[in-house]
């Protein structure tokens, strides 16, 4: 069988001083009587036979490297990540996966693959009883003629879409500051099956994960937040394809110098999207990071400067599609 | 978002929702109940151009047994809650596992998944709904019982009873599933257990080999509807032939499809080519083995300059004829004249065997395909635009050549007044034609993912309008369709409805009934 395991532990053991990182809670955070039921052991990493896999396991292994260092016992060796390979891809080795999932008991696997790997592998979660806390879908386009419509209503060549449990298992909030440091437009939109359990915060006032933005906040039947840099609120709505007329609060807004600028702070810097977006899902992914929002729906809308549309041009996105995933069985 | 269940059922109370689960861990037991995110969120994800907030459950029950689906109905009756029955959930493109309506709860039969019977001299299965192709194959396989499964694009994962009750087709001489089904055992709303056929006959053991019992036949009644829940499934299976040849025959230019099918509806219906026979466009093909973006950027759809250089790059045809025959080595020898020679004739068509393509991934997923192998290549095609977002469109028309190409111009004009590509092929029944179009489209792009449903909403208009109805649709469009077959089919779909399930708890919104 062509199912390649290994264990990879490298990347930055320094770890970094990321805003919000906090100790891995590998339990489930879920809200049912039948949520509780499976404690975690360890993470792994699935890699679905994608032109992104290398790049995406960089950021993965690197945020492993800081949430393992984080977890404040200097003297415990972190237990390394597994890796495991699909070389022909999910749609050959169906049922190898099938298998894989079925003895991984008390593991939470990030995965990347391929959108027609995704639509069998989600199944395949259901069948093994499985949880899937996030899903998310991932294009980049080198549709030129949409960058530069991207001054009026063409959807941003970098966008994510995220079906995930809670803000608690989205990496939404931990992705966008990242991907403002790498000057191109984008957008996020998080969807949440349920809403992050109370800390005692509000949902207002926290902007640390990213300052660039102003957000947002509408109440209406669906509690849903809008952060956006760059654009107005109304503007980001219609990149979104969200109703334009719904009434908005602003809830944050970007400190003094802070627009256009990453301000979280950390030793790691990503050296493509793919890199911060592994990033961001694996944190995400072992709970570190993530901005419990109050919210059900989610959107980051940025628009990079006009200065650097000619940057942006220059290095246009290659055409990627591919879906990433945070499950547990 | 205060309520503990991500979704409610339309008019229940969180409270009345409360007793009605707890009364369905009585029956099942807690862990058997799901209702927590993480575990619901695989049901969730749709392809469709909708909110996926519109297909969320409220909660998801995992029966083993008819006992505790007659427990389960019962105390639907009693709250008045709508349930929503998958046996593998495998409907891709169709819906998945998602509900019609938001706030359904799911049953999900998956552990129900007893092979009860095969009968290797009879050639027939019996089965629980939760069994799957893989799990029938590895079964016959193991004993060597030299018999084949006919199997959908989703083969390994998905399931005959599902399928069969979607009214699915797969790609062998029993490809038409509903036609070699043969007994079911259904619970009806009441909590009623029918046995279909022969099955109702104390001591029979004529289940399996006769359909029709006495009286009206009724299995009919019980697919893509909502009136009872399936919980044994007969059908029959094809004896393995001694021998197989799988063939693709290549064509260059759309218009060579009115020849192709004038060619093999004869064959078709005296029986030399025994399978149904598809046609599939280079675009259908292209996904196996190539990527929209290597030929597109920018908006609107592929043109045909890019697909025609597709083709040049890839050997493709823009048709792709796939068929196969079986039986002994002398009858196949014998069939093979005749196919050859009548699609030899005008020599348009270059006919090739397995042989000839060696090692093509596209012909090898057809020929595995074709003789019941397990198989997942197909799905290749979400690859193609990417993105997340496919809708199967299914109008039915007469298997003959001059419904292809005005079907063909027409859904690519509509497709291309939306920024959409024509990935489509057509598939020779026998005396029908199924011209099965996969609607890509991006879904985190919202303009497209709002093209791409007043696209397939003005197909169906359309089509319909000219006489073409839709065999099967996602559940975002069931009305709809439901509404295209008017109103009196509608009117006694909804008596069917209100006698045998008056609460109606069985699948609302299942094929527009309710």
Redesign the interface.
């Given at each position: 069988m062509d199912v390649n395991r290994r264990n990879l532990m490298k990347g930055i053991l320094a770890g970094g001083t990321l805003t919000m990182c906090g100790i891995p809670r590998l339990t489930t955070a879920g809200m049912g009587p039948d949520s509780d039921t499976v404690k975690i052991r360890t993470c792994a990493l699935l890699l679905g036979n994608t032109p992104v896999d290398d790049a995406f396991a960089n950021g993965v292994s690197a945020a492993y490297s800081v949430s393992s260092a984080g977890i404040g016992n200097a003297s415990a060796q972190p237990t390394p990540l597994e890796v495991v390979k699909l070389k022909s891809g999910l749609l050959v080795k169906v049922r190898q996966v099938s298998e894989l999932l079925a003895t991984s008991r008390g593991m939470r696997w990030v995965a990347v693959m391929d959108d027609a790997s995704a639509a069998v592998f989600t199944e395949i979660v259901r069948t093994a009883g499985g949880r899937l806390l996030s899903r998310g879908t991932h294009v980049s386009s080198r549709n030129v003629s949409a960058y530069s419509a991207f001054q009026s209503d063409s959807p941003p060549l970098l966008r994510h879409l995220w079906a995930s449990v809670s803000p608690e298992q989205s990496p939404g909030a931990i992705l966008a500051p990242r991907l403002v440091g790498n000057h191109k437009s984008f957008s996020i939109v998080e969807d949440f099956l349920g809403e992050a359990r109370s800390n005692g915060e509000t949902s207002s006032g926290s902007h640390l994960f990213a300052p660039v933005f102003r957000s947002y906040e509408s109440t209406g039947p669906l509690a849903t937040h809008l952060h956006c840099s760059g654009v107005s609120v109304s503007e980001g709505c219609g990149l979104l394809g969200w109703n334009r007329s719904q009434r908005w609060t602003e809830f944050s807004s970007p400190r003094d110098g802070d627009e256009g600028t990453q301000t979280v702070q950390e030793n790691w810097h990503p050296a493509n999207w793919v890199e911060a977006l592994g990033y961001a899902v694996t944190l995400a992914g072992l709970g570190v990071g993530t901005l419990q929002e109050y919210c059900a729906r989610r959107g980051f809308v940025y628009r990079a400067r006009q200065g650097e549309w000619r940057n942006m041009y220059e290095s246009i996105f290659s055409e990627e599609r591919f879906t990433s995933f945070i499950v547990e069985v | 978002?205060a309520s503990?269940y991500?979704a409610l059922p339309k008019g229940i109370s969180e409270q009345t929702f409360d007793a009605a689960v707890r009364d369905f861990s009585r029956v099942l037991g807690?862990?058997s109940?799901?209702?927590?995110?993480?575990?619901?969120?695989?049901?969730?994800?749709t392809?469709m151009p909708v909110?996926?907030?519109e297909h969320?459950l409220s909660a998801a029950l995992m029966a083993t047994t008819v006992e505790q689906i007659q427990k389960i109905l019962a105390i639907c009756n009693k709250y008045k809650i709508p349930i929503w029955t998958i046996s593998?959930?495998?409907n891709?493109g169709y819906g998945?596992?998602a509900p019609a309506e938001r706030g359904q709860v799911v049953l999900d039969l998956?552990r129900m998944n007893r092979i009860l019977e095969v009968d290797k001299d009879l050639a027939y299965a019996l089965v629980e709904p939760g069994v799957t192709y893989?799990q029938l194959y590895d079964y016959i396989k193991e004993r060597n019982l030299g018999l084949w499964l006919s199997v959908p694009a989703?083969s390994?994962?998905a399931g005959p009873t599902g399928n069969t009750l979607d009214r699915g087709v797969g790609y062998t001489p029993y490809g038409e599933h509903f036609l070699f089904a043969c007994g079911m055992e259904v619970v009806l709303a009441n909590g009623d257990v029918l046995r279909t056929g022969m099955g109702s006959l104390p001591n029979s053991n004529t289940w399996q080999v006769f359909k029709w019992g006495y009286g009206p036949y009724l299995d009919g009644i019980f697919t893509q509807s909502n009136y009872g829940i399936v919980t044994k499934f007969g059908f029959w299976l094809m004896p393995a032939p001694s021998a197989y040849r799988p063939f693709v025959i290549r064509y260059q230019n759309e218009e060579d499809i009115e020849e192709i099918v004038e060619i093999m509806r004869p064959l078709r219906i005296n029986g030399v080519i025994p399978n149904a026979v598809v046609i599939a466009h280079a675009l259908y093909e292209a996904?196996v083995i190539a990527?929209r973006?290597d030929y597109v950027?920018?908006?609107g759809s592929i043109s045909d300059v890019a697909v025609r250089k597709l083709v040049k790059d890839h050997n493709l045809g823009i048709w792709n004829v796939y068929a196969a025959l079986y039986g002994t080595e002398e009858q196949i020898a014998l069939n093979w004249k005749i196919v050859t020679q009548a699609f030899g004739k005008s020599g348009r068509g270059q006919i090739l065997t397995q042989q000839d393509v060696g090692d093509d991934p596209a012909f090898a997923y057809r020929a595995a395909l074709m003789r019941g192998d397990?198989n997942?290549?197909e799905?290749?095609?979400?690859?193609w635009?990417?993105?997340?977002g496919?809708m199967w469109f299914a109008p039915v028309s007469q298997a003959r050549g001059s419904e292809t190409l005005k079907q063909m111009s027409l859904t690519k004009q509509i497709l291309a007044k939306h920024g959409l590509d024509y990935s489509g092929e057509f598939i020779v029944g026998m005396r029908d034609m199924h011209h099965i179009v996969d609607v890509l489209y991006?879904?985190?792009?919202?303009?497209q993912?709002?093209a791409a449903y007043q696209c397939f909403d003005e197909l169906l208009t359309v089509f319909s309008a000219q006489g073409y109805g839709t065999y099967r649709v996602n559940s975002a469009f069931m009305d709809k369709v439901a509404s295209t077959y008017g109103p009196v089919q509608r009117q006694v779909h909804k008596t069917l409805k209100k006698a045998l399930d008056p609460n109606g708890i069985l699948a609302p919104g299942k094929s527009g009934i309710r």
């Amino acid at each position: 069988m062509d199912v390649n395991r290994r264990n990879l532990m490298k990347g930055i053991l320094a770890g970094g001083t990321l805003t919000m990182c906090g100790i891995p809670r590998l339990t489930t955070a879920g809200m049912g009587p039948d949520s509780d039921t499976v404690k975690i052991r360890t993470c792994a990493l699935l890699l679905g036979n994608t032109p992104v896999d290398d790049a995406f396991a960089n950021g993965v292994s690197a945020a492993y490297s800081v949430s393992s260092a984080g977890i404040g016992n200097a003297s415990a060796q972190p237990t390394p990540l597994e890796v495991v390979k699909l070389k022909s891809g999910l749609l050959v080795k169906v049922r190898q996966v099938s298998e894989l999932l079925a003895t991984s008991r008390g593991m939470r696997w990030v995965a990347v693959m391929d959108d027609a790997s995704a639509a069998v592998f989600t199944e395949i979660v259901r069948t093994a009883g499985g949880r899937l806390l996030s899903r998310g879908t991932h294009v980049s386009s080198r549709n030129v003629s949409a960058y530069s419509a991207f001054q009026s209503d063409s959807p941003p060549l970098l966008r994510h879409l995220w079906a995930s449990v809670s803000p608690e298992q989205s990496p939404g909030a931990i992705l966008a500051p990242r991907l403002v440091g790498n000057h191109k437009s984008f957008s996020i939109v998080e969807d949440f099956l349920g809403e992050a359990r109370s800390n005692g915060e509000t949902s207002s006032g926290s902007h640390l994960f990213a300052p660039v933005f102003r957000s947002y906040e509408s109440t209406g039947p669906l509690a849903t937040h809008l952060h956006c840099s760059g654009v107005s609120v109304s503007e980001g709505c219609g990149l979104l394809g969200w109703n334009r007329s719904q009434r908005w609060t602003e809830f944050s807004s970007p400190r003094d110098g802070d627009e256009g600028t990453q301000t979280v702070q950390e030793n790691w810097h990503p050296a493509n999207w793919v890199e911060a977006l592994g990033y961001a899902v694996t944190l995400a992914g072992l709970g570190v990071g993530t901005l419990q929002e109050y919210c059900a729906r989610r959107g980051f809308v940025y628009r990079a400067r006009q200065g650097e549309w000619r940057n942006m041009y220059e290095s246009i996105f290659s055409e990627e599609r591919f879906t990433s995933f945070i499950v547990e069985v | 978002m205060a309520s503990k269940y991500i979704a409610l059922p339309k008019g229940i109370s969180e409270q009345t929702f409360d007793a009605a689960v707890r009364d369905f861990s009585r029956v099942l037991g807690d862990e058997s109940v799901l209702t927590a995110p993480e575990r619901l969120a695989p049901y969730i994800k749709t392809m469709m151009p909708v909110p996926d907030s519109e297909h969320t459950l409220s909660a998801a029950l995992m029966a083993t047994t008819v006992e505790q689906i007659q427990k389960i109905l019962a105390i639907c009756n009693k709250y008045k809650i709508p349930i929503w029955t998958i046996s593998t959930g495998k409907n891709l493109g169709y819906g998945s596992a998602a509900p019609a309506e938001r706030g359904q709860v799911v049953l999900d039969l998956k552990r129900m998944n007893r092979i009860l019977e095969v009968d290797k001299d009879l050639a027939y299965a019996l089965v629980e709904p939760g069994v799957t192709y893989q799990q029938l194959y590895d079964y016959i396989k193991e004993r060597n019982l030299g018999l084949w499964l006919s199997v959908p694009a989703p083969s390994a994962i998905a399931g005959p009873t599902g399928n069969t009750l979607d009214r699915g087709v797969g790609y062998t001489p029993y490809g038409e599933h509903f036609l070699f089904a043969c007994g079911m055992e259904v619970v009806l709303a009441n909590g009623d257990v029918l046995r279909t056929g022969m099955g109702s006959l104390p001591n029979s053991n004529t289940w399996q080999v006769f359909k029709w019992g006495y009286g009206p036949y009724l299995d009919g009644i019980f697919t893509q509807s909502n009136y009872g829940i399936v919980t044994k499934f007969g059908f029959w299976l094809m004896p393995a032939p001694s021998a197989y040849r799988p063939f693709v025959i290549r064509y260059q230019n759309e218009e060579d499809i009115e020849e192709i099918v004038e060619i093999m509806r004869p064959l078709r219906i005296n029986g030399v080519i025994p399978n149904a026979v598809v046609i599939a466009h280079a675009l259908y093909e292209a996904p196996v083995i190539a990527r929209r973006s290597d030929y597109v950027t920018g908006p609107g759809s592929i043109s045909d300059v890019a697909v025609r250089k597709l083709v040049k790059d890839h050997n493709l045809g823009i048709w792709n004829v796939y068929a196969a025959l079986y039986g002994t080595e002398e009858q196949i020898a014998l069939n093979w004249k005749i196919v050859t020679q009548a699609f030899g004739k005008s020599g348009r068509g270059q006919i090739l065997t397995q042989q000839d393509v060696g090692d093509d991934p596209a012909f090898a997923y057809r020929a595995a395909l074709m003789r019941g192998d397990m198989n997942l290549q197909e799905f290749s095609l979400y690859n193609w635009r990417g993105g997340g977002g496919s809708m199967w469109f299914a109008p039915v028309s007469q298997a003959r050549g001059s419904e292809t190409l005005k079907q063909m111009s027409l859904t690519k004009q509509i497709l291309a007044k939306h920024g959409l590509d024509y990935s489509g092929e057509f598939i020779v029944g026998m005396r029908d034609m199924h011209h099965i179009v996969d609607v890509l489209y991006d879904k985190t792009d919202p303009a497209q993912e709002k093209a791409a449903y007043q696209c397939f909403d003005e197909l169906l208009t359309v089509f319909s309008a000219q006489g073409y109805g839709t065999y099967r649709v996602n559940s975002a469009f069931m009305d709809k369709v439901a509404s295209t077959y008017g109103p009196v089919q509608r009117q006694v779909h909804k008596t069917l409805k209100k006698a045998l399930d008056p609460n109606g708890i069985l699948a609302p919104g299942k094929s527009g009934i309710r």
